[in-house]
């Protein structure tokens, strides 16, 4: 008999005494609490509470239990004094539950108060007191303690009524909270708020009487209000709150935010958010990580409040992991995938004149072409054709793979879908997965070739992330020509905010003004804004160089500096180009300049556009033996583009200095190259034509150049003459429905010709 009771005894308690559901909490990387949601069955009841604060824990101690640390389970002398008072009063006058058996009853609610219940919760705080410390006897209690209303435990309860940690209650507060549990229902406004006053007061009065608190401590904490109206929760992070709710369930979740930056982050997009909404732009998404660790230290991941009555559209879509068009964002990427491979050098010069490609037009911002622009001019400034040229030389498959082992989720389909526009916003990319990449990039760059993606919170298993496919010196000239960004054709005039940090920074806009987005990166963090419209209604004006960069910068204005990247000195090496194409210098450039390239297993070739050139003494025209004496030749360096793009060149360029036409006499030879270039219509293009009030067809705009600016040129369709052109190389003409051939040539006999098709 005896063993069977011991038995018992030892197995009387469950292994959890309390299984009742839990609120979601968001807390950040040292506690605060950023969010809550109230648990399933109702009640605001937080996780187990961790350390007592030393406020509370004197105060419950005093009021309900002050010999909690010597007893074992069982006050005797309590009991002793409670029975004396009952039995005098004739009814229940005074109970003599410690703490811990009151742990006991919250954890059976539906046990009945009877007197066998209260032998029986006596037994039982015996066994708990033999499991668990008195400590975890009183995190138990203050976890499980209804505090009036819906609301259980310390922690909620704090949050609650004064809007803020356990751990900095006044003594006021917390007498208030340590006399709730007892009587509960005088916290509600309006009613028994006198008892509660004098019940604190009472209390307070008590740890003065017990050298707790002195006289002065005492006067000045029955001098402060009790609580009004319950406070709100906190929601600083609304969407990672429930991004983390679906992914690792309810209950504590404990992210890697920083509480502060959070705050500040909050407050930046919601004074961002005035102007938008004037413009019918209501959403927002920004993320801001740690270069180093990966953790993500703020996470906006859309605006939310009220507006005009009613929830703003879209607010609830969280855009962060949301999948939207990439813009131009995935230019540097291939910037430095080429400088690896070694195609182009920084200052390369791309080709920038018109281009198709299966009826694919691509145009610069500006609407305009340069003719020939360098490599990290294209990038800084983000020039889609140029762009486009140089997506065409990599290979859109292998951009495809890279951008994918860059972690880009999203692009799920093949690079025969995307094309060639995969770099000009073709794909749907989610703005954690580019901040994710640019991070990768700069922590590569600060020596962690190995290290976690992207994280929010520390309860989340750490994804070890493969190494960036780049190179260290490809990176680092990619974040240089970032730095310098510059966008004179969009009129950044606010360009002047980045002007006392180095950023690397880099901004995209969708087709149609959908999106606008804006990833800059220093050497300690990554900060990347999404702003649009969740349901992809475009709006004019939506650039990320007008809306996401503003706000961008304005982050990183609350993140303190960081240095710049240093140089992969053992990833580099020096390298004489020419200035003017930089390409490696060839024989004939007059200018050299050593520089620092990233190692590279291949090379461009040398420069070609620099040729030696034979004029008469007067430097009029070009000459050679057979119009004019060895004798009296002069020879002369000239910086040469083809015809195309020397016609867009030298309108932005007003220091290029053309070729002298030939001389009358001058015979060419099949080595000359051919000066003839047909601007538009590209090959295989279709011209669809309109037509006008009378039924005519209008034309359209037939371009062509020549390198020699006073040459006439001679235009012939389907072998028919159509006229002929000086100067502007441009004829206004309406082809027909189908197949054309259009034919141009120059005096000497130099042709061009180009198929496309009529409709």
């Not at 006053?197 to 740890?207: C, V």
């Not at 700069?442 to 520390?458: I, Q, R, T, V």
């Amino acid at each position: 008999m005896c063993g069977a009771v011991l038995i018992w005894y030892l197995f009387c308690l469950p292994r959890d005494l309390f299984r009742t559901p839990r609120s979601a909490t968001l807390l950040s990387r040292d506690g605060v609490l950023l969010g809550a949601r109230i648990a399933s069955d109702g009640q605001w009841r937080f996780g187990p509470t961790g350390e007592v604060s030393e406020k509370f824990e004197k105060c419950i101690i005093c009021f309900e239990d002050k010999r909690f640390r010597r007893h074992i389970g069982v006050d005797f002398a309590a009991a002793a004094r409670a029975l004396r008072q009952n039995v005098r009063g004739g009814k229940v006058v005074s109970g003599a539950s410690t703490i811990t058996m009151q742990v006991i009853r919250l954890s059976r609610p539906d046990a009945p108060r009877s007197v066998p219940e209260k032998l029986l919760e006596a037994i039982l705080a015996t066994r708990l007191e033999l499991r668990c410390t008195k400590d975890e006897i009183l995190r138990l209690y203050a976890s499980n303690a209804p505090f009036g209303g819906n609301i259980v435990g310390l922690e909620a309860a704090s949050q609650r009524y004064f809007g803020c940690s356990s751990d900095v209650l006044s003594w006021a507060e917390s007498a208030t909270l340590a006399v709730l549990p007892n009587s509960p229902a005088l916290i509600h406004p309006g009613r028994g708020r006198e008892r509660l006053l004098e019940k604190r007061n009472f209390l307070l009065d008590k740890l003065c009487a017990e050298g707790i608190i002195d006289f002065l401590e005492c006067a000045l904490a029955k001098d402060e209000p009790l609580p009004d109206a319950p406070h709100p929760m906190p929601d600083m992070a609304y969407h990672l709150l429930e991004r983390g709710r679906k992914t690792l369930g309810d209950g504590e979740l404990r992210s890697t935010l920083d509480a502060s930056l959070q705050r500040r982050v909050n407050a930046i997009a919601g004074r961002h958010f005035g102007e938008n909404h004037n413009n019918l732009i209501d959403n927002m998404g920004i993320i801001v990580a740690d270069v180093r660790t990966g953790e993500v230290l703020a996470y906006y991941g859309n605006t939310r409040g009220l507006t005009g009555g009613g929830t703003l559209r879209g607010a609830d879509v969280d855009m962060i992991p949301a999948p939207r068009s990439s813009g131009s964002t995935l230019k540097p990427m291939l910037y430095a995938a080429m400088l690896q491979d070694g195609h182009i050098l920084p200052s390369t010069l791309i080709k920038d004149t018109p281009y198709n490609y299966n009826n694919f037009s691509p145009h610069n911002f500006s609407r305009s072409f340069e003719g020939a622009v360098h490599a990290d001019e294209v990038i800084a400034r983000s020039l889609n054709v140029p762009s486009v040229r140089m997506l065409e030389q990599y290979g859109a498959e292998r951009f495809l793979l890279l951008l994918r082992s860059m972690g880009f989720s999203t692009m799920t389909r093949s690079a025969g879908h995307y094309g060639l526009s995969l770099i000009l916003g073709g794909a749907e990319i989610s703005l954690e997965d580019l901040a994710g990449a640019y991070q990768r990039m700069a922590a590569k760059l600060n020596g962690l070739p190995s290290f976690s993606a992207l994280h929010c919170f520390e309860e989340a298993p750490s994804i070890e992330s493969a190494d960036v496919p780049l190179s260290e010196g490809a990176i680092w000239a990619t974040f240089e020509a970032l730095s310098k960004a510059n966008r004179p054709e969009e009129e950044a005039s606010w360009m002047d905010l980045g002007s006392s940090r180095r950023i690397a920074w880099k901004t995209g806009t969708s087709w149609g003004s959908r999106d606008a987005w804006s990833v800059g990166v220093d050497g300690g963090h990554v900060v990347a804004v999404w702003v649009g419209n969740s349901d992809s209604e475009g709006r004019s004006g939506l650039t990320g160089v007008s809306y996401a960069a503003p706000v961008m910068f304005e982050v990183f204005s609350a993140l303190p500096r960081s240095s710049w990247f240093t140089m992969p000195e053992h990833d580099m090496t020096y390298m004489e180009i020419c200035p003017a194409s930089g390409l490696p210098a060839g024989r004939y450039c007059p200018e050299r300049e050593r520089v620092m390239v990233p190692v590279a297993p291949a090379a461009p070739e040398e420069c070609s556009y620099h040729r030696e050139v034979h004029l008469d003494a007067e430097g009029r025209y070009q000459v050679n033996s057979d119009c004019c004496p060895v004798s009296e030749m002069v020879t002369d360096t000239f910086f040469v583009l083809p015809p195309a793009q020397e016609w867009y060149f030298r309108k932005v360029h007003i220091e290029y200095k053309s070729l002298p036409p030939k001389h009358p006499l001058f015979e060419s030879s099949s080595s000359d190259r051919n000066p003839v270039a047909i601007i538009y219509p590209a090959p295989g293009m279709t011209i669809i034509t309109t037509r006008a009030l009378d039924g005519s067809r209008k034309g359209a705009v037939l371009k062509a150049a020549h390198s020699d600016p006073s040459a006439v040129l001679y235009w012939h369709m389907d072998g028919q003459y159509i006229g002929s052109t000086t100067l502007e190389h441009e004829l206004l003409y309406a082809p027909s429905p189908g197949e054309h051939l259009l034919t141009v040539m120059d005096g000497e006999g130099f042709r061009r010709s180009v198929r496309f098709r009529g409709e």
